[in-house]
């Protein structure tokens, strides 16, 4: 697959940390309950952390009580790229950016309680998150003590 953002495995290690090439790069997965976005619970946007590229929005996020920060919808239907993943003596669906074609995670079809029924699996350390901006407070709505 050729994406948008092509980069040689030296660029990438000169850009991302071990722990980031790691998953990113070659498919590995942080352990369960350790990642920083794991609790995160404010409105904004997860992006790919190797390209940038928006993924999912905090509209989408949900508890799945699996250890790694799950959705139920990517941002749009061609922010992610899906991939049969046969390692581990299993079928699953691996989800890469669809930018860069970076590591995400995997997605399974195991959340009822979601609208779309999918769980996409996502590891912490492959997004980063931007709050949205607080809504500006009115000056004419404010009262001066």
């Known amino acids: 697959m050729s994406y ?3 980069k040689s495995d030296e660029e990438w290690r000169d850009e ?14 942080e352990r369960p309950w ?15 952390k190797a390209c940038g590229q928006e993924l999912f ?26 991939i049969e993943d046969r390692t581990l003596g299993m079928v699953r669906t691996e989800v890469r950016c669809s930018n860069c074609g970076s590591h995400l995670g995997h997605l399974f079809d195991d959340a009822p309680q979601t609208p779309t029924g999918d769980r996409y699996c996502m590891n912490s350390i492959s997004l980063s998150f931007t709050a949205a901006e607080p ?10 003590a």
């Open 4 to 6: 948008q953002v092509n």
């Open 57 to 82: 929005r905090s509209t989408t996020k949900f508890d799945s009580h699996c250890g790694w920060p799950s959705f139920y919808d990517p941002t749009g239907s061609d922010a992610v790229e899906l």
């Open 34 to 48: 350790t990642g920083e976005l794991l609790d995160e619970g404010r409105e904004g946007v997860y992006t790919c």
């Open 16 to 29: 991302l940390s071990a722990d980031e090439f790691a998953v990113l790069r070659e498919a590995a997965t």
């Open 135 to 144: 809504e500006a407070t009115d000056p004419k709505n404010t009262e001066e």
